[in-house]
């Protein structure tokens, strides 16, 4: 057995070579080559359709995390049905076969679990998760919590009453939201996503929808979609492989999928057809925000060696112009507190360049003309060598330290690896391949590369810009 510290010189020295080699080792690498999953997840699938996800981590001890993922969210939705992906989510905590109203809240209270902190749930526009952390310090409490899990899955009981009583709850949800910001954004939401079906498919839903429903309605949509072969489960922590898959298949292999199932569709998304712009305020906003979307376009999961590459090349645009943006801040009299740029999307398969800045009571116009700017700058000139270098030496030192701390990685940090994986085919190739790739491919990206992630956005004419803040 190798000593920790003659393992760890090896690594260095074999993280100088890879410095001074550069390029031509990058090139040795084949960047067709699939990228692996973990060997440390196992990951299988049942029969009915359902997809597991297992394993074993003691950070920390005497803890499970479990998780139930449902492929289906609003946009899902039929058109009598908005806000019932949500309020199907809340009906999984107001009785099911083996849990009477409450009980599940109150069974999980008395183990430790509390309610909102630990036990949670959520809805959104393409997946509805639920959150379920088990204490396993005491015998029988992981039995009940997988039983939790399956009767979420398949026997919520929807009894007329309980819906009754959990409609003016999602009423006042809708009305007041989780403050100013869901307010602000709810009203956001359609404009951002002009033309698809996610401008009408908020997972709030219609208020005229929830007071006037039948049962029958919602429990159509628990019938049509939560169903097996768009479920996964995942069960990370403090147990053993072989244990974790007896009691999933215990539970969750009896469950079978309708005679003729829905067909699972996804959304597009159209880029804007001109420039739009709102100002949105609430009465509990205490400061201003501006943000500038770009057309969103399709996109990809990374599959192989060279999408990673790819992935990281756009990781480093986005570092770069995000320290640009950080230096306006220290100036003497900066435009804004905080500015930044991404790329992402909450549309399921698509990606798009958006920034965002902070001006808290100060100039809305000065902040947005600032980034406006510093975007500009950057599509036309590019950045330095000299900054490139300082990037990547940032990346490889991030990297490093993810893997240093390897064996100190909790169980829900793999959880969510692992949702994203499911949903949406996210890698999972595990931080010693990551810290592999970082080392080999980094050196090797250019400075013309990293200039020319702007091309994605640079020719878009055509911006929705918004800003919110108090109603002053």
């Known amino acids: 057995?190798?000593?920790?510290?003659?393992?760890?010189?090896?690594?260095?020295l074999l993280l100088a070579v890879i410095i001074a080699t550069g390029p031509s080792m990058a090139q040795t690498t084949d960047l067709k080559t699939v990228l692996p999953v973990d060997a440390k997840v196992k990951i299988g699938k049942l029969d009915n359709g359902l997809t597991y996800y297992i394993r074993q981590n003691k950070k920390p001890e005497q803890k499970v995390e479990l998780r139930l993922v449902l492929n289906a969210g609003s946009i899902n939705e039929d058109d009598d049905q908005q806000g019932l992906a949500h309020m199907a989510e809340h009906m999984a905590f107001n009785g099911t076969t083996h849990f009477k109203k409450n009980d599940i809240v109150s069974f999980l209270q008395d183990i430790g679990v509390g309610f909102g902190n630990d036990l949670n749930a959520y809805t959104s526009f393409d997946e509805t998760v639920y959150i379920l952390p088990i204490p396993t310090d005491k015998p029988g409490n992981l039995e009940k919590g997988f039983q939790v899990l399956e009767d979420w899955a398949h026997n919520v009981t929807y009894l007329d009453d309980d819906i009754q009583t959990e409609k003016p709850i999602i009423l006042e949800e809708s009305r007041m939201g989780k403050g100013?910001?869901?307010?602000?954004?709810?009203?956001?939401?359609?404009?951002?996503?002009?033309?698809?079906?996610?401008?009408?498919?908020?997972?709030?839903?219609?208020?005229?929808?929830?007071?006037?429903?039948?049962?029958?309605?919602?429990?159509?949509?628990?019938?049509?979609?939560?169903?097996?072969?768009?479920?996964?489960?995942?069960?990370?922590?403090?147990?053993?492989?072989?244990?974790?898959?007896?009691?999933?298949?215990?539970?969750?292999?009896?469950?079978t999928n309708p005679t003729a199932p829905r067909k699972r569709e996804y959304a597009d998304v159209p880029a804007y057809a001109s420039s739009d712009a709102m100002v949105i305020t609430d009465k509990e906003a205490t400061s201003y925000t501006v943000s500038i979307n770009y057309p969103a376009f399709k996109d990809v999961p990374s599959s192989t060696v060279g999408s990673y590459r790819d992935r990281l090349v756009k990781q480093m645009f986005?570092?770069?112009?995000?320290?640009?943006?950080?230096?306006?801040?220290?100036?003497?009299?900066?435009?804004?507190?905080?500015?930044?740029?991404?790329?992402?999307?909450?549309?399921?398969?698509?990606?798009?360049?958006?920034?965002f800045a902070a001006a808290g009571t100060g100039d809305v116009n000065k902040a947005l003309n600032a980034v406006v700017e510093e975007i500009e700058r950057v599509k036309r000139f590019g950045f330095t060598a000299a900054e490139l270098e300082r990037a990547k030496k940032t990346m490889q030192a991030n990297y490093e330290r993810a893997w240093n701390n390897r064996d100190k990685t909790e169980s829900d940090n793999y959880v969510d690896e692992y949702v994203n994986h499911f949903l949406q085919q996210e890698p999972i190739p595990g931080i010693d391949k990551e810290y592999e790739y970082v080392k080999t491919l980094v050196p090797g990206i250019t400075l013309e590369e990293v200039n020319a992630v702007s091309k994605k956005f640079k020719d878009d004419k055509n911006r929705f810009v918004y800003v919110t803040g108090p109603e002053k």
């Open 180 to 255: 100013a910001n869901d307010r602000m954004f709810k009203k956001i939401y359609p404009k951002l996503f002009e033309g698809s079906k996610y401008a009408k498919r908020l997972p709030i839903g219609q208020d005229s929808i929830i007071r006037g429903f039948k049962p029958d309605v919602i429990r159509r949509f628990y019938k049509d979609w939560y169903r097996p072969d768009l479920m996964a489960v995942i069960v990370v922590g403090d147990i053993t492989p072989a244990k974790a898959e007896e009691l999933i298949r215990k539970h969750f292999a009896a469950l």
């Open 318 to 355: 986005v570092s770069l112009t995000n320290q640009r943006l950080q230096e306006l801040t220290q100036q003497a009299n900066p435009p804004f507190l905080f500015g930044s740029v991404s790329f992402g999307s909450y549309a399921r398969g698509y990606d798009a360049f958006g920034a």
């Open 1 to 12: 057995m190798q000593k920790p510290f003659v393992a760890f010189s090896r690594w260095l």
